[in-house]
């Protein structure tokens, strides 16, 4: 039977029980361009892949289990791995900033671009043009983060269905609409029944 490797037993037991403290720079060189301790520790903690070795650091299956917990590591990684959608979309879940390192050709993806901006507002300014003016994802945006109604393309905030989905949730945010709307009787209707029905909900 192989004797067990104490050091490496150690090195884990520092990592797991001082995961904000652990100075990685005392762990031996050969563990940290060993995938399987560097699989084991980034399960407790995920920054260790910013010591581990370069090989490790390309490796897709240490990124699979890294970036769902520190995405912030996809800037780091080979133009390979930003364009992976599966593993971009695990970074940007984790961290939606992520996507401004993303393969540009992946940037322009629905999906991912809508899983950055749900995850963060200020993601908005970093999507591609055709999808901020594109309708339907507006409407997905709005209904994440309301107040993205205001950096809409004057022609999105002058659409009626995206600023009944808006004002449903913000009565006051019939402001920003087109001026066509403010004073359009059924938005003034759905603006009245929402600002009841949030004084019923505050009640």
Same mark, same amino acid.
């Given at each position: 039977?192989?004797?067990?490797?104490?050091?490496?037993?150690?090195?884990?037991?520092?990592?797991?029980?001082?995961?904000?403290?652990?100075?990685?720079?005392?762990?031996?060189k050969k563990y940290l361009s060993? %995938?399987?301790?560097?699989?084991?520790?980034?399960?407790?903690?995920?920054?260790?892949?910013?010591?581990?070795?370069?090989?490790?650091?390309?490796?897709?299956?240490?990124?699979?289990?890294?970036?769902? %917990? @520190?995405?912030?590591?996809?800037?780091?990684?080979?133009?390979?791995?930003?364009?992976?959608?599966?593993?971009?979309?695990?970074?940007?879940?984790?961290?939606? *900033?992520? @996507?401004? @390192?993303?393969?540009?050709?992946?940037?322009?993806?629905?999906?991912?671009?809508?899983?950055?901006v749900k995850g963060d507002m200020r993601a908005w300014n970093?999507?591609?043009?055709?999808?901020?003016?594109?309708?339907? *994802?507006?409407?997905?945006?709005?209904?994440?983060?309301?107040?993205?109604?205001?950096?809409?393309?004057?022609?999105?905030?002058?659409?009626?269905?995206?600023?009944?989905?808006?004002?449903?949730?913000?009565?006051?945010?019939?402001?920003?609409?087109?001026?066509?709307?403010?004073?359009?009787?059924?938005?003034?209707?759905?603006? %009245?029944?929402?600002?009841? %029905?949030?004084?019923?909900?505050?009640?």
């Amino acid at each position: 039977m192989t004797e067990p490797d104490i050091r490496r037993i150690l090195f884990l037991k520092l990592i797991r029980e001082n995961t904000h403290e652990a100075n990685f720079l005392d762990i031996d060189k050969k563990y940290l361009s060993d %995938k399987s301790f560097i699989l084991e520790a980034a399960h407790w903690c995920p920054l260790i892949i910013e010591c581990a070795d370069n090989a490790i650091q390309r490796d897709n299956d240490v990124l699979r289990s890294v970036l769902p %917990k @520190y995405g912030y590591f996809l800037q780091h990684t080979t133009a390979e791995i930003r364009r992976d959608p599966e593993l971009v979309m695990s970074a940007i879940q984790n961290y939606p *900033f992520a @996507y401004r @390192y993303a393969a540009p050709e992946l940037r322009e993806n629905r999906d991912i671009a809508a899983a950055a901006v749900k995850g963060d507002m200020r993601a908005w300014n970093l999507v591609p043009i055709d999808l901020r003016n594109d309708k339907a *994802f507006a409407l997905d945006a709005v209904a994440s983060h309301v107040e993205l109604f205001k950096k809409l393309s004057p022609e999105l905030r002058a659409d009626r269905d995206v600023a009944r989905a808006a004002v449903c949730q913000l009565p006051s945010i019939l402001r920003f609409a087109a001026v066509s709307l403010q004073t359009d009787p059924e938005m003034l209707a759905v603006a %009245k029944e929402a600002s009841a %029905k949030a004084g019923f909900a505050r009640s």
